[in-house]
Antibody
Framework: QLQLQESGPGLVKPSETLSVTCSVSGGSISSSSHYWGWIRQPPGKGLEWIGSINYSGSTYYKSSLKSRVNISIDTSKNQFSLKLSSVTAADTAVYYC?????????????????WGQGSLVTVSS | DIQMTQSPSTLSASVGDRVTITCRASQSISNWLAWYQQKPGKAPKLLIYKASSLQSGVPSRFSGSGSGTEFTLTISSLQPDDFATYYCQQHNTYSGYTFGQGTKLEIK
């Protein structure tokens, strides 16, 4: 059974870089049928996709976050990571990692079928 | 980016009711739409993908329909476990992946 688990610092200071890692177990992150994505949810608000990556390092990022986001993958550790720079209080959120299923037809990432439990990251001095 | 608008924002219903939630896209997304259920303090759970395909393990009382810009999620007979917040999500790579604002399904 596939499991995803986020790990992060919990608290980040404004203007610094937020880093969260997702560890995948029960399946290989090197699957050619999947991307691996990050989604966040500010307290009491809705869901926002941040970006996704596949085993070869091919990435898709939300356009409005692209200048501050970097997603990387480490297939040897079965992990992928999110870095978000120059954070402000508006970046305070629960950060979820999720498996992003690749469409058989288009070969592009599609829906999210497995999610981690989420990691709350608070931006505050 | 494609905007997704859900209605209603809040829905009050009783066990056994048939309920429908609507999601509208700001431009055509063909059938590239998914639905998720989220309970407080938990991660979202995939219910429906490609507008009408039921995810494995999801009860058959959940169904999805629509194409283009208008989509619906229907729960045929509400169960106590179904009271949660529901989100739609368009999955069109070239426009990013955007979620609706959510519909909270409450007990009447």
């Amino acid at each position: 059974q596939l499991q995803l688990q986020e790990s992060g610092p919990g608290l980040v200071k404004p203007s610094e870089t937020l880093s969260v890692t997702c560890s995948v177990s029960g399946g290989s992150i090197s699957s050619s049928s999947h991307y691996w994505g990050w989604i966040r949810q500010p307290p009491g608000k809705g869901l926002e996709w941040i970006g996704s990556i596949n085993y070869s390092g091919s990435t898709y990022y939300k356009s409005s976050l692209k200048s501050r986001v970097n997603i990387s993958i480490d297939t040897s550790k079965n992990q992928f990571s999110l870095k978000l720079s120059s954070v402000t209080a508006a970046d305070t959120a629960v950060y979820y990692c999720a498996r992003h299923v690749q469409s058989i037809v288009s070969r592009q990432p599609d829906h999210f079928d497995n999610w981690g439990q989420g990691s709350l990251v608070t931006v505050s001095s | 980016d494609i905007q997704m608008t859900q209605s209603p924002s809040t829905l009050s219903a009783s066990v056994g009711d048939r309920v429908t939630i609507t999601c509208r896209a700001s431009q055509s997304i063909s059938n590239w739409l998914a639905w998720y259920q989220q309970k407080p303090g938990k991660a979202p759970k995939l219910l429906i993908y490609k507008a009408s395909s039921l995810q494995s393990g999801v009860p058959s009382r959940f169904s999805g329909s629509g194409s283009g810009t208008e989509f619906t999620l229907t729960i045929s007979s509400l169960q106590p476990d179904d009271f949660a917040t529901y989100y739609c999500q368009q999955h069109n790579t070239y426009s990013g992946y955007t979620f609706g604002q959510g519909t909270k399904l409450e007990i009447k």
